[in-house]
């Protein structure tokens, strides 16, 4: 069983910059797509950043050009690194593992996830 744990978010100030880790454990020998979530209150659950087993990532509109999605294989770590962070980022972030399915497509979307962390909340303070 896959499990996720998610660590680094915390608080900052607008403009600032955090990175969250996601340790993996209990990968089968396959390759996973992964990827970030976040979920603000009152709102859903929106996709934020996802990465293939080729290492090709895909960006939320709202955080192309800040955030930076990557992976570490040897520790089996998953990263994002976010910088001039906005209030509008606060959310609690997630970190998701799929095995890539047949046809070698990862979609990034919500439902075809498998395995999810905890979550770390990050708060941008203006």
């Known amino acids: 069983q896959v499990q996720l744990v998610e660590s680094g978010g915390g608080s900052v100030q607008a403009g600032g910059s955090l990175r969250l880790s996601c340790a993996g454990f209990?990968?089968?020998?396959?390759?996973?797509?992964m990827g970030w979530l976040r979920q603000a209150p009152g709102k859903e659950r929106e996709g934020v950043a996802h990465i293939d087993s080729d290492g090709d990532t895909s960006y939320a509109d709202s955080v192309k050009g800040r955030f930076t999605i990557s992976e570490d294989n040897a520790k089996n770590t998953l990263y994002l690194q976010m910088n001039s962070l906005k209030p509008e980022d606060t959310a609690m972030y997630y970190c998701a593992a799929a095995p890539v399915p047949i046809g070698g497509y990862c979609s990034g979307r919500e439902a075809d996830y498998n395995y999810w962390g905890q979550g770390t909340q990050v708060t941008v303070s203006s």
């Open positions: 209990g990968y089968s020998d396959i390759d996973y797509c």
